[in-house]
């Protein structure tokens, strides 16, 4: 396929819209703080929804009683890369209902790219994907986090790539879909159009106030996904409530 075929972008969240690791991230991150910090801490109540790896690191660190530098967040980082793809070997995580399907029938019809916008850094979103046998279904990247900022730059560098792709793309014909109120926000902020999920932690009443667009119970058909970014009469079936 050639990126002249595309006519409109997808831009994915990762975490609780394409799959879940079981919060198996959790034993990475802990063993990664200790590492660093010689301090030990609970991470079970640690909030990361709609966060950042970045933003995790920051966080899992201040909750053992450190003001981190940017150094030492950084080896922390390095340090949770490092051992994310053993720590998902002992969670059962995977992917969530009509993802593949839905991944799988656009790239089969040819006219959105789909493209990952995720807080995970590049190796962490990899490692993800890897476990849960999705290693090639975004072979045109995406938008990730190489350090602070949150999501903001992510998802400019994910609306780029989408500008590369698909001929004079119009923002009209670009769809978010995630999970959090914090996607959602990023959508807004970007100008684009998005779908939330609640197959995350979040309800349809967060994702609405939040200002998505739709709101879905899960990932639905890939028809249904082409009608929704370029803005066409919905001819699969809708395997998902709309709100």
Known sequence: MTASRFEGAILWDLDGTLLTTAKAGRIALRA????VTGREADYAELQTSGLTDAEVALEAVRAVGIEPDAELLLRVRLGYERRLPEALLLKEGGVLPGV?????????RGRIVS????????????????????GNHFPHGGGFCD???????IARRALRIAEELVPELSIDRVLLVGDTPRDVECASELGVRSVGLTSGTHSSEELLAAGAWRVLDRVPVAATLEALTLGEPDRGALHSRVS
Request: charged content about 20%; proline content about 8%.
């Open 147 to 153: 350090g602070p900022g949150g999501r903001a730059p």
């Open 115 to 134: 493209l990952l916008l995720t807080g995970n850094t590049a190796p962490g979103a990899r490692a993800k994907l890897e476990r849960y046998g999705m």
């Open 32 to 35: 990664a703080v200790l590492e």
């Open 100 to 108: 593949l399907e839905a991944l799988d029938g656009l790239a089969e």
